[in-house]
């Protein structure tokens, strides 16, 4: 059971970092040279790896957020021994609208293969399937929708890399 919560707790980290780098008009690049760390450590916490203390600190000052709220929501101490909630999740347009311009691209450059309309299609289900998540309060509407994202990303990934072994 503790694991399953500190499982949920990494993907929210990963969720919060994410959305706030999106939103912040700022990159995941400047947010590495702030905290002094590389870009693939700022991967890896989006990925949902809990900084160190010195890294919260360096985050909540980047985000100019407080940095015990921080601590809480980057794993680093529970909610009940600091006393405060943990960072709400910011809104994720910002992100959604990257995702899309991102999909409208490929439509852009007027795909011809057969390969890069499948990736398109695929792409777009894995974004209408990732928004059917939204508002959404019944646990199995989630889990569809979930496994429906899911599908459509490891489809994509396999379109994008043939020669790649799958996961599933």
């Not at 909610?79 to 999740?89: T, W, Y």
């Not at 998540?133 to 646990?139: F, L, Q, Y």
């Amino acid at each position: 059971m503790k694991q399953r919560r500190r499982k949920k707790d990494q993907e929210y980290w990963g969720e919060w970092l994410s959305r706030s780098i999106a939103n912040s008009g700022r990159t995941q690049s400047e947010l590495a040279r702030f905290a002094g760390v590389s870009d693939p450590q700022v991967t890896r916490w989006k990925a949902g790896t809990f900084p160190s203390n010195e890294g919260c600190r360096k985050i909540a000052d980047f985000f100019e957020v407080d940095r015990l709220r921080l601590a809480v929501t980057a794993g680093r101490i529970s909610a009940e021994v600091a006393g405060v909630e943990r960072l709400p999740l910011p809104d994720d347009s910002a992100q959604r609208t990257a995702e899309r311009e991102i999909v409208e691209s490929y439509v852009n450059k007027k795909l011809s293969k057969g390969r890069d309309r499948q990736v398109l299609l695929q792409a777009l289900e894995a974004l209408r399937a990732r928004d059917s998540m939204e508002g959404a309060t019944d646990e199995a509407k989630l889990e569809e929708a979930l496994k429906r994202t899911e599908e459509a990303v490891a489809t994509l990934s396999q379109l994008l890399n043939p020669n790649r072994e799958s996961d599933i």
